[in-house]
Nanobody, 137 residues
Framework: QVQLTESGGGLVQAGGSLKLSCVVS????????MGWFRQAPGKEREGVAS????????SYADSAKGRFTINLNTAKNTLELQMTELQPEDTGMYYC??????????????????????????????WGKGTQVTVSS
């Protein structure tokens, strides 16, 4: 089974940057969708960005467009999320997740039913335990 371990979270001032990493182990030589999600206190988990392990395709939530960049570093088996221009509303626990998926897009990962972990055909295979990001004003 695929295992995911996030790191890189921390405390940063508004306007600052952070780079999150998610080390992936145990995955096979097949196509996966991978994504970053976050959960603010008192709110549901939401999708932030997603990408494919085989296709040059990325998707972003509106809140992340232009500020966050998702990248799969295959040499390090690591999914990265570079975050810039951070704001207090970006505060939350950030999780990475993965799902074997042979399709031509991973944008579906950002849907609410997927981000909140609802059972069904698009349920994700594995989740990490998360890394905390706190942005002070």
């Amino acid at each position: 089974q695929v295992q995911l371990t996030e790191s890189g979270g921390g405390l940063v001032q508004a306007g600052g940057s952070l780079k999150l990493s998610c080390v992936v182990s145990g995955y096979r030589n097949v196509q996966y969708c991978m994504g970053w999600f976050r959960q603010a206190p008192g709110k549901e988990r939401e999708g932030v960005a997603s990408t494919s392990t085989s296709l040059n395709t990325t998707s972003y939530a509106d809140s992340a467009k232009g500020r966050f960049t998702i990248n799969l570093n295959t040499a390090k088996n690591t999914l990265e999320l570079q975050m810039t221009e951070l704001q207090p509303e970006d505060t939350g626990m950030y999780y990475c997740a993965i799902r074997q998926f042979p399709g031509n897009t991973c944008g579906w990962m950002l849907a609410k039913r997927v981000a909140t972990g609802q059972p069904g055909v698009y349920a994700l295979d594995s989740w990490g335990k998360g890394t905390q990001v706190t942005v002070s004003s």
